[in-house]
């Protein structure tokens, strides 16, 4: 009986020092014993090269940096990073939100006689005064009655910027209503088309769709005068609930005033050559020249003095989208959290944009990911099978 | 016989919670890895040079070293045999590229892996593969246990059981052909 009969058990007690049963557990502990009762001790000349290694290591470590230890400071950083970055995000997205619904309440509630100035000021600075475009954009919720919509019509200020007068500017307003059911949705649409009528406007495009659950959406794309587009927005907004109004404004002054600029240029150069053509002691070849020149610049005239043209027309009447529905999806944004609540909701806004982004990152690197780790898996066998081989040999 | 020096206090690295003094560490486990490595390589000029190796490694990473995961010896044990498996691959390169290749001073070495071995031991000894030597060290000669050997030499505790049950039976077949 050898030791590999004696069982693993058995073994396992022998060599935590049980005292042997049998002739082969007495001959395995005495093996044991002659094994243990060999002596073999490190040389001093080993205990001196340990001891004298000992401060070279010493200096080499405080080079390196373990990197277990890296990777426990980095990712709590990287996380504590994205949170506070999301927190920022939210702090600043918040804003006051009373000067924004300050301003939206003057704009709708102020007499014309009161509130022109201040609004006009508050809202669009850059289309009165400096040139450029400005929008507003205001979300809200508001029962608009057919008394709204009568009040709005007569006594209130446009919500967004006034296009002025003096100066050639383009207006772009965008309006989203919401209807109690899809025949007050048909009757508000038609509505829309008679009050961009009445005021000199047209219908560019109209797309009305219904659905199977009873909900419906009207897609209006006008075009009105500019002087009336203040009146159009107020009307147009009272046909039911306004969930979304935008308004911009861009100022097209300069760029007529550069195209004028270039119409006279031109003209100036095409005189030019008609003149030099006109000498009869002019080369062929130079008035062949003089002649393809001459053509080119009238075509470009033609086109500046198009462009210039669409300039003016594109001041003279304002775009006006107006997107109707019945769909509670499309409902109104409300801003009834506090600056806490939207301070939150941003922050949280912000960290679900940094998952997809790093979730993005996860899928574009996983195969690389998994090819490594594939890799690194089969090495690492193939290191361990050799191990095996040499250890065996 | 036990060598014990005394580190200079310089030689010890700032100590963890726990984790004794480097210089402890030598005193007390630098016999049994040298045993350890004797056994593992059969030869004990070249476990002289990995029984230094495996200590200034173990003195460069002591910081990491945690006593809770496991004892010091353990821990030396597992740098030593990492060591000792890559001088066995460098052995194994410079036997591809020689041709007279033999480790003709240990075989005509009286005794190698202990001083007061039987010749018949010390014969068996050299007849059993590195693997089955390196489980005797741990299991007999250094007395760790199974765990302990399974973390050392990376394979699992009832691998380690059946690697011993296996080495100490050729052991001892090896023995009795010898005549004892």
Redesign the interface.
């Known amino acids: 009986m050898?030791?590999?009969e004696?069982g693993?058990g058995r073994?396992?007690e022998l060599?935590r020092g049980q005292e042997p049963r049998t002739q082969a557990e007495v001959?395995?502990v005495a093996?044991?014993a002659?094994?243990?009762?060999?002596?073999?001790?490190?040389?001093?000349?080993?205990?001196s090269?340990?001891?004298a290694?000992?401060?070279?290591?010493?200096r080499?470590?405080a080079l390196?940096r373990?990197p277990?230890r890296l990777v426990l400071v980095a990712v709590p950083l990287a996380l504590a990073a994205a949170v506070a970055a999301a927190v920022v995000h939210g702090i600043v997205g918040s804003g006051s939100g009373r000067a924004d619904r300050a301003a939206l309440q003057a704009n709708l509630r102020l007499p014309r006689s009161v509130g022109k100035h201040a609004a006009a000021e508050a809202s669009a600075p850059k289309a009165l005064h400096g040139g450029g475009s400005s929008s507003s954009n205001g979300d809200f919720s508001t029962a608009a009655s057919g008394s709204l919509e009568q009040s709005l019509n007569d006594k209130l200020t446009p919500v967004g910027p006034i296009p002025s007068t003096n100066r050639l500017v383009h207006a772009d307003a965008r309006l989203s209503v919401q209807e109690d059911s899809a025949s007050a949705l048909s009757s508000a649409t038609s509505r829309a088309t008679q009050i961009v009528g009445s005021l000199g406007g047209y219908s560019q495009s109209v797309q009305y769709s219904t659905a199977h659950d009873g909900s419906a959406s009207a897609f209006l794309d006008l075009r009105v005068p500019v002087g009336s587009v203040q009146k159009a927005v107020n009307r147009l907004s009272g046909l039911g609930a306004l969930l979304n109004e935008q308004t911009s404004t861009q100022d097209l002054e300069q760029q007529l005033t550069q195209q004028t600029n270039q119409i006279i240029g031109l003209r100036r150069t095409i005189a030019a050559y008609e003149q030099a053509l006109q000498d009869p002691s002019l080369p062929a070849a130079q008035r062949v020249i003089l002649q393809v020149r001459l053509s080119n610049a009238r075509r470009s005239l033609t086109q500046i003095r198009r462009s210039r043209s669409g300039t003016i027309s594109s001041a003279a009447t304002a775009d006006v989208s107006l997107t109707l529905t019945t769909k509670h999806g499309a409902a109104a944004i409300r801003q009834k959290r506090g600056r806490l609540g939207r301070m939150f909701h941003g922050a949280v806004g912000f960290l679900g944009i940094e998952g997809i982004v790093v979730l993005y990152a996860l899928v574009v690197l996983s195969p690389f990911i998994v090819l490594g780790g594939l890799g690194w898996a089969l090495w690492r066998e193939r290191r361990?099978r050799?191990?095996?081989r040499?250890?065996?040999? | 016989?036990?060598?014990v020096?005394a580190?200079p206090a310089?030689?010890e690295?700032p100590r963890q919670m726990g984790a004794p003094a480097?210089a402890d560490v030598?005193a007390e486990h630098?016999?049994p890895v040298?045993?350890y490595l004797?056994y593992?390589t059969g030869d004990r000029t070249a476990a002289?040079d990995l029984?230094?190796e495996t200590?200034?490694?173990a003195?460069?990473?002591?910081?990491?070293f945690d006593p809770r995961r496991g004892a010091p010896r353990t821990w030396l044990c597992r740098i030593a045999h990492s060591a000792a498996?890559d001088w066995?691959?460098a052995e194994?390169r410079r036997q591809r590229r020689e041709d007279a290749y033999a480790r003709d001073a240990a075989e005509v070495e009286e005794s190698v892996?202990?001083?007061?071995?039987?010749p018949a031991?010390e014969h068996a000894l050299r007849t059993l593969?590195?693997?089955e030597r390196?489980v005797?060290a741990l299991?007999?000669?250094l007395?760790l246990d199974?765990p302990a050997a399974a973390r050392v030499l990376?394979i699992s505790a009832?691998a380690v059981?059946?690697r011993?049950?296996?080495a100490?039976?050729r052991?001892?077949?090896e023995?009795a052909d010898v005549g004892v």
């Open positions: 050898s030791a590999f004696i693993a073994l396992e060599l001959r395995q093996l044991f002659e094994l243990r009762g060999g002596a073999l001790h490190a040389p001093d000349a080993l205990r090269r340990v001891l290694s000992a401060p070279a290591a010493r080499s470590f390196r373990p277990r361990r050799e191990e095996r040499l250890l065996a040999a | 016989m036990r060598y020096h580190l310089s030689l690295p480097f030598v630098l016999d040298y045993r004797v593992l002289e029984a230094a200590f200034e490694k003195f460069r990473t002591w910081r990491r498996v066995f691959r194994a892996f202990a001083d007061g071995l039987s031991l593969t590195p693997a390196e005797v299991r007999v000669l007395e199974g990376g009832t059981s059946t011993l049950g296996r100490l039976k052991l001892e077949e023995m």
